[in-house]
């Protein structure tokens, strides 16, 4: 099954690695076709540490399906369900990851000033760096890194880049290893290139409309990939009859 990507300031939403025990194929059918309730109600009662990361995983796309900045308590559900999994099983990958991302949503609207004090964006990132360590090919984790790297230096700009060790460079490293792994994912383009032009369009415009144009053009097989090949659409429509003032405008308010 093909995994999925979505980000946010730091955000992606990492692929399923399929539960062990108690995961139907029915729910895995329903997260796919964009039920989430479905999906949701059927890994309620597993207590195993992949299906509470499934639902993390569940109640994040449900979050990112909407529009605008998510409600915090779905938000803060995602986050226990993720704690749950590592609770169960200390270092779970995909555990990790889910709590990676429900963190940078967490975050998304707070200051630089409350993300510092709070250390959320320093453990997004190394909970992204640590499932690196075991696992250097998972191309979720460099999407999630590449988005990270950006958001830092467009929100915290050149001092808190450096505080927070973040640079375009290792960006821009994440990003090709992750297009190397899997060439065309539609989210890791997508959010890659939304990234870039929530940081400035103007000056990126070459590299956000090559990553469009990919994500666009790769193959979906899910709801909340559709979801982001049109938001793809939109952004490039937006870049081509309103210019690179209103894209990026766009690109810091879509996920």
Sequence with gaps: MKRILIALPAAVLIGLS??????EAEAIEAYMSGNYASALARTANAPDADSRAFAARILLAEAIRQNGQPPHALL????????????????????????????????????????????????ARDLAEAVLAEDPGNVYAHGFLAVWNIEVIRRGGMIGAMI???????????????????????????????????????????DIDTALEAAIASPV??????VMQIRAVKLKQALEIDGPVAAEAMAREVL
């Design 18 to 23: 399929l539960p062990a025990v108690g995961q």
């Design 221 to 226: 097989n899910s709801d909340l990939e559709r």
């Design 76 to 123: 803060q559900d995602a986050l226990d369900e993720a704690n749950q999994a590592l609770a169960l099983q200390p270092g779970h990958i995909e555990g990790r990851l889910q709590k990676a991302i429900a963190l940078s949503l967490i975050s998304r609207p707070m200051s630089t000033g409350e993300i510092r004090r709070a250390g959320i964006g320093g453990e």
């Design 164 to 206: 927070m060790g973040a640079s375009l460079d290792k960006a821009r490293d994440h990003y090709h290893a992750a297009m190397q792994i899997t060439p065309d994912d539609a989210a890791i383009h997508w959010q890659w290139a939304r990234a870039l032009a929530a940081l400035n369009a103007k000056k990126y415009r070459r």
